[in-house]
């Protein structure tokens, strides 16, 4: 059905911030009659879906909502969703009061309500069972993003997620295995389940029912027919047990990438982070992993600067960092949220210049890392999952490792796996020729 009414919707954040917009985009759709525009000057609405992780996001958000209520056409909307909705509610509209309303990270699935409503803010973080209405957009026809489960009971001290997205619950496993086999009809070929801590799924569910386990999960999803591929963010060290590591290496269509968020490599910062594990049991189980899965790359997040990080910590962070080899780094600089627990280790606060150094210090290490290891791919052959075609007539795709790759090719290649050569790479990529 065509509609007169069009949606904007900018997403700043995380994974788990882009499936939220996928499903405001679907509820719109189905139940609002508008459909989605990338050219905010024509919408009639403007969503903005926030992540207030890190503090720079939250700056960002004004400013942007500053420009959409310069460019706007006459009589938009402008509706603030996610995380940053969550913790800041009616504030946003004090500090900007051309916001017509604003969504919880929890409550998106309340878009549908409040949108014609000037003025409304929805951001309780109490359970709600319209969470298991799942999107059914998709970004990229080939790979589709399903909720396992919503919010955290971890209380890491910097984090400030637990506050916006409430506690922890499990979606039950056939709704997801029936959103992964829905997905899969419409085309999909890989499926990314997204939770904050997916390896504590099963803990609780809403319904009450028996508890399971994300080991079990992963069993149930790859017998959807026709699914390729499995992957999932994001795991916690803590929770990597040694069931899960196992099927991590025996089921065949888990991709061979992992995101194992290291945060820190120094046991006492850990404590002091309230992670739960030390700098030697991530570093066993990246070896175990490792050992049982060989052509596996590891990605991770690490904070530097966390208050109280002296130099041995920092460099027990290098240690780690170059005993676990990972293949990608997300490097953060700690940044003070409210209403966390670190808010009041203020005193301890490492001064900026040196984390900015510790930054960078980390920036250059895993550089030469990359610099060393993406060679070393030139002359094999990879299995290549095409998603896309660009322009310049290359091809790109995913190895099972999660290595982007980008050879000449044509559209009939999209959705199916090839056989690429790696004739080339830089630091992020790589490039080949599709071979028999
Ligand atoms: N400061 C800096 N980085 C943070 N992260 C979460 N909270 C903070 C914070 N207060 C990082 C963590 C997390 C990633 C999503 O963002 O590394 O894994
Ligand atoms: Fe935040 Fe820790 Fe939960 Fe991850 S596990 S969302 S870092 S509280």
Redesign the pocket.
């Known amino acids: 059905m065509s509609s007169n009414k069009k949606l904007f919707i900018q997403t700043l954040g995380c994974q788990m911030n882009d499936t939220d917009s996928q499903h405001i985009v679907a509820e719109l759709e189905k139940h609002k009659d508008y459909s989605q525009t990338d050219v905010m000057e024509d919408a009639d609405l403007i969503i903005i879906n926030t992540c207030s992780v890190r503090e720079k996001p939250v700056q960002k958000l004004f400013s942007e909502i500053g420009q959409f209520n310069k460019k706007k056409k006459d009589g938009a909307k402008i509706g603030v969703c996610g995380c940053t909705a969550s913790h800041l509610g009616k504030d946003i509209i004090k500090r900007a009061p051309y916001v017509d309303f604003v969504v919880g990270a929890r409550n998106i699935s309340k878009i549908k309500d409040v949108v014609d409503i000037k003025g409304s803010v929805e951001i309780s973080i109490d359970n709600d069972d319209s969470m298991y209405e799942f999107a059914t957009a998709k970004t990229n026809k080939y790979r589709a993003s399903v909720n396992i489960s919503v919010g ?5 001290t ?5 506050s916006t ?1 409430g506690e922890e619950l499990s979606i039950p496993v056939e709704m997801i295995v029936d959103q992964v086999q829905k997905s899969v009809n419409q085309g999909a070929v890989e499926v990314m389940l997204l939770g ?2 997916v390896n504590s799924y099963g803990r609780r569910f809403s319904d009450g029912r028996e508890k399971s386990t994300f080991t079990k999960l992963l069993q149930e999803v790859s017998k959807v027919e026709g699914l390729e591929r499995i992957r999932f963010t ?1 795991p ?1 060290p803590l929770h990597m047990d040694d069931e899960f590591i196992e099927e991590f290496a025996k089921n065949k269509k888990i991709s061979r990438c992992i995101h194992m ?1 290291l ?1 820190s490599g120094s046991t006492s910062i850990l404590k002091a982070m309230k ?1 739960g594990y030390t700098k030697e049991w991530f570093l066993n189980r990246t070896a175990k992993i490792r050992s049982l899965v060989p052509d596996l790359r590891i990605t991770t997040d690490i904070i530097v600067a966390f208050p109280g990080e002296t130099e041995a910590d920092y460099q027990d962070t290098l240690d780690v960092v170059r005993e676990a080899k990972f293949d990608q780094i997300f490097n953060f600089k700690y940044s003070p949220r409210p209403g966390t627990e670190a808010l009041k280790m203020e005193d301890l606060a490492v001064p900026d210049k040196i984390g900015s150094a510790r930054l960078i210090e980390l920036i250059e290490l895993h550089k030469r890392h990359l610099e060393a290891i993406m060679p070393t791919y030139v002359g094999q052959t990879f299995s290549v999952l095409v998603e896309s075609l660009k322009p310049n007539g290359e091809v790109c795709g995913f190895t099972d490792n999660y290595l982007q790759v980008f050879a000449k090719g044509s559209d009939e290649l999209l959705g199916k796996f090839v056989n690429v050569k790696i004739t080339d790479n830089s630091r992020t990529s790589l490039k080949g020729e599709i071979v028999q």
Do not use: A, E, L, T
């Not at 955290?152 to 890491?156: G, L, P, R, S, V």
């Not at 910097?158 to 637990?162: H, R, T």
């Open positions: 955290c009971d971890k209380k890491c910097y984090c400030i997620v637990p997205r904050q801590n994001s916690h968020p945060q992670r």
